[in-house]
């Protein structure tokens, strides 16, 4: 059985950190893309990070703040959300691709409020 299951979120104030977690089972982790999109209310999903066997991408509204990365032993991506701002409010989605397979978590709650 697949799943992904993500952790870390919560509330965070203007300017603190987050460290989003994404545990995968029942497929061969090292062979898939990972990824992490966000939704916030009213908004489109979009893509915020994105990691293959080496190559990161971001997107450009986190680009140097936010860190996406995995370990292949424990079958875990990461998210490290740095100098959040209130605009990162959102769910945030942990994505498995290995075409034409594709995996889903549940998403997690990010706030980022005073």
């Known amino acids: 059985q697949v799943q992904l299951v993500e952790s870390g979120g919560g509330l965070v104030q203007p300017g603190g950190s987050l460290r989003l977690s994404c545990a995968a089972s029942?497929?061969?982790?090292?062979?898939?893309?990972m990824r992490w999109y966000r939704q916030a209310p009213g908004k489109e999903r979009e893509l915020v990070a994105a990691?293959?066997?080496?190559?990161?991408n971001y997107a450009d509204s986190v680009k140097g703040r936010f860190t996406i990365s995995r370990d292949n032993t424990k079958k875990t991506v990461y998210l490290q959300m740095n100098s959040l701002k209130p605009e990162d409010t959102a769910v945030y989605y942990c994505?498995?691709?290995?075409?034409?397979?594709?995996?889903w978590g549940q998403g997690i709650q990010v706030t980022v409020s005073s």
């Open positions: 994505n498995a691709v290995n075409q034409p397979r594709t995996y």
């Open positions: 029942g497929f061969t982790f090292s062979i898939y893309a």
């Open positions: 990691i293959g066997l080496s190559t990161t």
